[in-house]
């Protein structure tokens, strides 16, 4: 739970349901070859150190694009152009 999607890739090492942020990974100009060479870095929980990885914690975000971009959140296409995210403590309780 937290950082971790598909098949155990840890997109983002410090993400956990307990802390009261969420965890944000921008993987900018990225080329496959690049994801590829750092796949085994996802697969053991490390950070990637690349200058178009960027890594944030916050409580709320807002997200505005000018071009027609689909948005993810946690492999599903939450909307396209625009998303407004907050962490609402105590609303859900999670299991583990």
Do not use: W
Not at 6 to 20: C, N, P
Not at 33 to 40: E, G, I, P
Not at 68 to 90: C, F, H, M, R, W
């Amino acid at each position: 739970m937290g950082g971790v999607f598909g098949h155990g890739l840890t997109i983002h090492q410090e993400a956990r349901v307990d802390i009261g942020k969420l965890g944000l990974t921008i993987l900018g100009n990225v080329s496959l070859m690049q994801y590829v060479k750092n796949l085994s870095k996802l697969k053991r929980g490390l950070k990637i150190d690349h200058p178009e990885v960027q890594y944030y914690h916050f409580d709320e975000l807002s997200v505005q694009t000018s071009k027609e971009v689909y948005l993810e959140t946690d492999g599903e296409i939450a909307g396209s152009n625009t998303i407004k995210v907050q962490v609402l403590p105590g609303v859900l309780q999670c299991v583990n």
